[in-house]
């Protein structure tokens, strides 16, 4: 009986994992902009930010969505630890409803539900209504797993060898909350590890004692799945999960203890084992709330207290933020990838920087470290090309679509800037080195001042990218012409230096019109980014040609 009946209880958990996960990304796609805005505009009185975690909470059926989302506004100073970490209080008790909601027997709805939601999803021609029909499918789903767990393990109950685990188990209640948290973070998700014991309870298979346990432990693996999620991520993102985590820990440690006094309570109301745990993590989740919320102060400042060393601080050049579980959260996956853009940025920043200042060393050190930040420029590159691409096989919104494209032009035009860098340039240093040329005074200031006019509209481009401002993207268009125009103003001054016969101007003529010609293209790579704002400004012009009436 068991080997059947265990392949089966595997299939309906894989659904209910499955469907809760598709009801999630239905929401975050249909509204994830809104719910970003909502937590971006927290109140810093903690009772509205709890209420405002609680609805998003909600709305995504997930307090660990909650807690990217979270997570990746605070990294950009959008929101304080103390106002997080109430936004999270609300959202673990936003989680819980959303268990006792899915407890209700509602297999009547369906056949409605999900036929509905199929034509919805097939049927329409727009991107909110997929996503409505996308989330109606995933409830329906997960209603159906239920019943299929609860008639896998029907026959279960009695079993001699699982009677004996299961009540071993019961009477050891540390082994069960480490069980059940570690559980819940192999799964990835506390509402599908909670509906799972439910159903295992209303079949008779995990009594009232163990169910509580169970979900006491759920909830600590809730905490710990935010906790791997964002680790390597900024200090105070760490800092919210953390302390989210150590709410929970406490709560589990004083719900356990006092077990014996409340427990009774939950045989005396008569409900079934499944309804009566399903309250008891609501209430469990609104008992830390109220415990916790007039201390989200002070643990802010107790949190803020840990010497963090931020992540984005680190050496190396490790891809950090491209997480795999992000591609499900199109807006979240978005923000992973354009925080490895600005690092790859930064990258060739240093390189673009540095480059003019290798024509002038004997011994070639600097030139070797700038080609080995070229190595990481690739890599980069191409670990952020192969993560956006996976993102866009999936259907997206067209924002988002656009968004990646974005992404993927200017991550491999900054790509081709360290090529230019690399392959031309250097190669231009180490001849004059090997070739033992000077360039003149006069000719040197020009390229000197050539090339910081590049790096200023490095650092711009690098502006516009975060901000997608539409004025500084025309100064960067602006600049590109002063700068062809400062291109030949210097190449004419070069050729009356020949014309004059200056020596040194002879010897690397051939050098100082190819480091112009390098400097131009590279501004051309970096000036691609203003194009899609100005673009959708209506402000780009499709060829630079004029009309005949013109």
Avoid: C
Wanted: aromatic share 6%; net charge neutral; no cysteine.
């Amino acid at each position: 009986m068991y080997p059947t009946g265990f392949l089966a209880l595997l299939g309906a958990v894989a659904l209910l994992l499955w469907s809760t996960r598709l009801v999630k990304t239905g929401v975050v796609r249909a509204f994830g902009d809104g719910l970003r805005s909502m937590l971006a505009k927290s109140a810093g009185h903690s009772a509205s930010a709890a209420g405002l975690g609680l609805a998003v909470a909600l709305a995504l059926q997930s307090a660990t969505a909650t807690a990217l989302l979270l997570t990746s506004l605070a990294s950009r100073g959008f929101i304080a630890l103390a106002p997080a970490l109430a936004v999270m209080l609300g959202a673990d008790l936003g989680s819980s409803l959303v268990v006792k909601v899915l407890s209700f027997d509602l297999k009547a709805v369906v056949p409605v539900l999900l036929s509905l939601s199929v034509a919805a999803f097939m049927l329409s021609g727009s991107a909110r209504v997929r996503q409505f029909g996308r989330i109606g499918i995933g409830l329906s789903l997960i209603i159906l797993s239920l019943g299929m767990i609860v008639a896998a393990t029907a026959g279960w109950r009695g079993g001699g060898i699982l009677d004996v685990v299961l009540s071993r188990l019961g009477d050891e209640p540390v082994m069960a909350l480490v069980l059940a948290a570690g559980v819940t973070w192999l799964m990835h998700s506390s509402v599908a590890f909670v509906l799972l014991v439910l159903a295992l309870s209303a079949s008779g298979v995990v009594t009232i004692q163990l169910g509580l346990y169970l979900v006491l432990g759920a909830n600590i693996g809730s905490g710990l799945i935010a906790l791997a999620l964002v680790w390597r991520e900024s200090a105070i993102s760490r800092r919210i999960v953390l302390g989210n985590l150590g709410f929970r820990l406490v709560g589990a440690v004083l719900a356990l203890a006092s077990l014996p006094l409340w427990q009774p309570l939950l045989g005396e109301l008569g409900w079934p084992p499944a309804q009566s745990l399903a309250i008891a993590h609501v209430v469990f989740n609104a008992a830390l709330m109220a415990l916790f919320l007039p201390f989200v102060g002070f643990a802010a400042r107790s949190l803020e207290g840990l010497a963090f060393v931020d992540a984005k601080a680190q050496p190396g050049h490790s891809i950090r933020h491209l997480d795999e579980a992000l591609l499900t959260t199109p807006h979240l996956a978005l923000g992973a990838a354009s925080r490895e853009v600005l690092r790859l940025a930064e990258r060739v920043e240093t390189m673009l920087g540095e480059t003019m200042l290798t024509f002038n060393e004997a011994d070639g050190v600097r030139l070797g470290a700038i080609r080995k930040l070229d190595d990481e420029v690739d890599d980069f590159q191409d670990a952020i090309k192969l993560y956006l691409t996976r993102l866009t096989r999936q259907p997206l919104q067209e924002a988002d679509a656009r968004r990646a494209f974005d992404l993927i032009l200017f991550t491999t035009n900054l790509e081709h800037v360290g090529d230019i860098i690399d392959k031309s340039l250097l190669e231009l240093a180490a001849k004059r080195r090997r070739n033992g040329v000077s360039f003149s005074p006069e000719g040197w200031r020009e390229l000197n001042e050539f090339h910081a006019r590049v790096v200023k509209q490095l650092k711009l481009a690098i502006t516009v990218f975060m901000t997608n401002d539409p004025e500084m993207a025309r100064e960067l268009v602006r600049e590109k012409d002063q700068i062809r125009s400062a291109e030949r103003v210097a190449m004419e001054s070069h050729l009356a230096r020949l014309r004059d016969g200056a020596v040194a101007s002879i010897e690397t003529s051939a050098l100082h019109l190819d480091i112009l010609r390098d400097l131009k293209r590279i501004n051309a790579h970096l000036v691609s980014v203003a194009h899609p704002i100005l673009e959708a400004a209506g402000e780009l012009r499709g060829s630079r040609l004029t009309s005949p009436a013109e």
